[in-house]
């Protein structure tokens, strides 16, 4: 191979031949320009990983033009002092072109969705976001590619939809795949890190008076069906819109009055069990057993209409800018009004410790429920009484 001293001078002036000729620099020894029949010049590295006698590595510093003679040698001699540190950069960057390849966001994408999502209650809905918004603008790019102005660009096109509270979601949606790849060492470090929410998040603080409360139960009874029991239900137990419309028979034992749920069942993957109060009991007398769900119309698959049952529950109640979450927190507000203790009222809505922390949320392992038993008979009995005092007013007032 012929050698000269690199110069820009003697680059320029390098001969094009009919195949591709190394020309070696005199002053630095394994540094080089690469000349292809087409006359395209390329800088080069050759060495030894391990000296005399092993393995040759040959890395590609890029083409003369867009990389200055500079540079190449600068980039030449990082190249030397990694080999002298034990590493190989052209067995890196070899592997970091194929992890380009093989690490395509679509692909971690629907690893991420089974392997984790499809734990969570809200799958499907998460699921589709995902493949709408990250899945369509990253899909066929190396996750390696994706930079944080990639995640501000995908957060900002939803907020710009006059969607601010989905552009929240979908960032932490977002931020949380990007923890699964640094977690399964796909990722060093996640490029959403530091993204900040773009819309400001407002703690929802509704709660229903008891004469709101009233008027929705007497609207469910009104609707009937699926949707009405499930309101009640949610009015009487203060737990969690899905799991008591994905109720099934078998988890209610109607003997001993309690509602087991399974771990696979709550938003926080533990067991959970719900005392029926009276009230309750009486919803579920009335529900028709058809399937396996309890709150359906055919049986075979739970109650899905909520938004047009809703718009209906509000029109003959009369109760508005309310939600069916906020049941569950005028549910925990009434029991304190009845002198129900915190932490009971907890147990209540979640297994978890709740008003008990710290040291005290270790230990603290009892379940209280005889306690939690005599909270919901007090506030099913409550709610009974709002909801009598509420007929006899509308009795009154009809009378009038």
Not at 122 to 138: C, T
Not at 195 to 201: D, E
Not at 284 to 306: E, H, I, P, Y
Request: aromatic residues 6%.
């Amino acid at each position: 191979m012929p050698r000269v001293k690199l110069t820009k001078t003697a680059i320029d002036a390098l001969p094009i031949s009919s195949k591709d000729i190394v020309h070696w620099d005199t002053g630095c020894p394994g540094f080089g320009v690469k000349v292809t029949p087409k006359g395209r010049k390329v800088f080069v590295v050759l060495y030894r990983t391990a000296g005399a006698g092993s393995r040759l590595r040959k890395y590609t510093i890029g083409p003369y033009g867009r990389v200055t003679l500079n540079q190449a040698r600068v980039t030449a001699q990082k190249v030397f002092a990694a080999k002298l540190d034990g590493r190989d950069l052209a067995a890196e960057k070899k592997d970091s072109r194929r992890r380009m390849v093989a690490d395509r966001v679509d692909d971690l994408l629907e690893a991420f969705i089974a392997q984790h999502i499809s734990q969570n209650r809200s799958a499907p809905e998460i699921s589709r976001m995902l493949r709408r918004e990250v899945g369509s603008a990253w899909g066929t790019r190396s996750i390696h590619e994706i930079s944080k102005r990639d995640v501000i660009d995908v957060v900002s096109a939803i907020e710009q939809r006059g969607a601010p509270v989905a552009a929240n979601k979908a960032l932490k949606s977002i931020k949380t795949f990007f923890r699964w790849c640094v977690g399964r060492a796909v990722l060093d470090g996640s490029p959403a890190d530091g993204v900040p929410l773009p819309a400001k998040q407002v703690t929802r603080d509704r709660v229903l008076s008891d004469a709101e409360l009233a008027q929705v139960v007497l609207a469910a009874r009104q609707i009937g069906g699926p949707y009405g029991d499930i309101v009640e239900v949610l009015a009487l137990t203060g737990q969690r819109r899905e799991e008591v419309a994905r109720c099934t028979w078998d988890e209610l034992d109607v003997k001993t009055r309690i509602w087991k749920l399974s771990s696979d069942r709550t938003k926080n993957a533990k067991s959970h069990e719900v005392h029926l109060s009276d009230e309750v009991i009486a919803v579920l007398t009335r529900a028709a057993k058809r399937g396996k769900f309890v709150f359906s119309r055919a049986g075979d698959n739970s109650f899905q209409d909520f938004s047009s049952a809703k718009r209906e529950i509000d029109r003959l109640s009369g109760v508005t800018g309310w939600r069916l979450h906020d049941l569950r927190r005028t549910c925990v507000s009434g029991m304190a009004r009845l002198g129900i203790a915190p932490h009971v009222a907890d147990k209540i809505l979640t297994p978890k410790a709740g008003t008990i922390s710290g040291v005290a949320a270790v230990y603290q392992r009892h379940d209280f429920l005889a306690e939690r038993r005599e909270a919901l008979e007090m506030w099913g009995a409550h709610v009974n009484r709002v909801t009598g005092n509420a007929v006899e007013t509308n009795v009154l007032r009809r009378a009038a």
